[in-house]
């Protein structure tokens, strides 16, 4: 299986659920839409010789700022970062966001589907742990205590939107480990 | 001439140099890129049934984050608005920042020619001024005491990105007024 991505910090977490899988950087076009399933959806239609292939779009959505940064979370994480997100946040009473992954499969014969995972939580005051990657360190999921920087892989996809997103794939496609 | 857009303020500031512009309210797709660009000449593709047409992408590029908001300008204007980057810039010592504008026009054969502006200036400290649209009421350009929102259309649009590349497109379109 190849797995389409750039980001090492993510296929690290594909890898744990999909020993399998191969990590093939190949560059496509993203488009700018409301929502990671139209992203996901377009770009899987230009990387059909690839298949059968995943590919992945993740983001969080902030609830003060109408979801930014939302579709745009990697270049907002390339530009403003946690701090800047931070700054935003100073004195934000509302602090609930969410992070949200769409995984795309696309079999051999070209047929797509779709996975979902979502996993709300707080935006933090201040960046905690070191692990991770993207907002990880800024982001608490309900319910717990630490942020996704502060806990390890395994851990974070017990409980992360990618976490889920793959388990559903995995069902689905019934993939075994 | 067709004008693809669904920006009013925009419009008004080509029927100030194009009196003979349609506004033509046609949704295409703008990919994820790194420059206006390669934003305008993708859509262009897609939109070859309009032709003789304009497209216009813009955007504020500010120093201080790595040109951020940039492509995605109209994005953050509809979730962080004025208020988020004036957050963002709160003890910022570098206010510098520029808008740029690429027209993309396509004669009625499908053959392509972009046009660039460039008009560069800081970010103010609050909002000055209520014409205009976007992130006018938070930009001076160099040289200047007044914001974009502060002056007529008239005024923006001979010191304007959008301005600069409407006249460049003019010029060598032979295009009368």
């Known amino acids: 299986m190849n797995i389409i991505t750039s980001n090492e ?10 020993p399998e899988a191969r990590m ?8 700018q839409a409301d929502t990671l399933e139209e992203v996901v959806e377009q770009a899987l239609i230009t990387l ?11 983001g969080l ?3 003060e700022y109408d979801g930014f940064p939302g579709v745009y979370s990697a270049y907002v994480m390339h530009t403003l970062g946690c701090k800047g997100i931070l700054k935003l946040m100073k004195d934000a ?3 609930n966001s969410r992070f949200e992954c769409v995984i795309g499969y696309m079999d051999s014969t070209g047929n797509i589907e779709l996975f979902k995972g ?6 933090t005051k201040e960046i905690r742990g070191t692990g991770g990657f993207g907002y990880d360190p800024i982001f608490i999921p309900v319910n717990h205590e630490k942020t996704f920087a502060q806990i390890t892989t395994e851990e974070k996809n017990k409980i992360s939107h990618r976490g889920k997103a793959m388990k559903a794939l995995l069902i689905d496609r019934e993939i075994t480990r």
């Open 48 to 58: 059909k010789e690839h298949a059968p292939l995943i590919i992945d779009d993740s």
């Open 9 to 18: 910090g993510k296929f690290k977490e594909y890898k744990k659920i999909f």
């Open 118 to 123: 979502i996993t709300d939580g707080i935006i």
């Open 24 to 31: 093939h950087n190949v560059g496509y076009h993203e488009i």
């Open 61 to 63: 959505f902030i609830d």
């Open 93 to 95: 009473d509302n602090r």
